[in-house]
């Protein structure tokens, strides 16, 4: 069973902080990894994507990715109350004549002013 | 504008009445899924579609059905929906499998 863990939260941080969010993965076979955020009552909308070991960097948004640790995660520099919204962690797993994406429950972040 | 688009965004209907609910993506992509989402359990796979008539079970694909006869649309049925089908849905696309998927506005259904 292929499983996404994230901590439910909320996870709360002033303005300007760095907020770090985290996951783990199951499946050692996962191969593709994302980061959405769901505000309420709408649909995810996605801030990153990463398929290797290390690093990248978008803006205020940074993904690491640990292919060995089966961990993801995402960090939120000069965070702002608009960041306030449900993170969610997504992992794909492809094959030949499939392709998945798993869902983690979410994290919710609280940024307050 | 580049977007997938879902109809209805809302439906209240009873156990056992029919239901197709649409999506559409104008992207050209390849790879389209739906997804139902419900508090507590997050967003869990119902069925996806690798390309034109080529569909597969996701997680959750019991009480479900979907057809791909075109490359822009991927329907959900429903054939008689149930109480615990009520849920928030999402329909989402992407340009090949395991690429960045994006999703519809949703759909709420209540199942009365």
């Known amino acids: 069973q292929k499983e996404v863990e994230q901590n439910s939260g909320p996870l709360s941080v002033p303005e300007g902080a760095i907020a770090s969010l985290n996951c783990t993965y199951s499946?050692?076979?996962?191969?593709?990894f994302f980061w959405y955020r769901q505000y309420s009552g709408k649909s995810p909308e996605l801030i990153m994507s990463i398929y290797s070991n290390g690093d990248k960097e978008d803006g205020r948004f940074t993904a690491q990715l640990n292919k060995a640790s089966q961990y993801v995660s995402l960090l939120i520099r000069d965070s702002q109350p608009s960041d306030s919204a449900t993170y969610l962690c997504a992992v794909s797993l492809l094959g030949r004549g499939y392709s998945t994406l798993t869902f983690g429950k979410g994290t919710m972040l609280l940024v307050s002013p | 504008e580049a977007q997938v688009t879902q109809n209805p965004r809302y439906l209240i209907t009873v156990t056992g009445k029919k239901l197709t609910v649409t999506c559409s993506q104008n992207m050209n992509h390849e790879y389209m899924s739906w997804y139902r989402q419900d508090p507590g359990l997050g967003l869990r796979q119902i069925y996806y579609s690798m390309n034109v008539e080529v569909t597969d079970k996701g997680d959750v694909p019991e009480g479900y059905k979907v057809s791909r006869k075109e490359k822009r649309n991927f329907p959900l049925i429903l054939e008689s929906p149930s109480p615990n089908q009520t849920s928030l849905y999402f329909c989402?696309?992407?340009?090949?499998?395991?690429?960045?998927?994006?999703f519809g506005p949703g759909t709420r259904l209540t199942v009365l």
């Open positions: 989402a696309s992407s340009l090949s499998k395991g690429n960045e998927q994006f």
């Open positions: 499946d050692r076979g996962s191969q593709s």
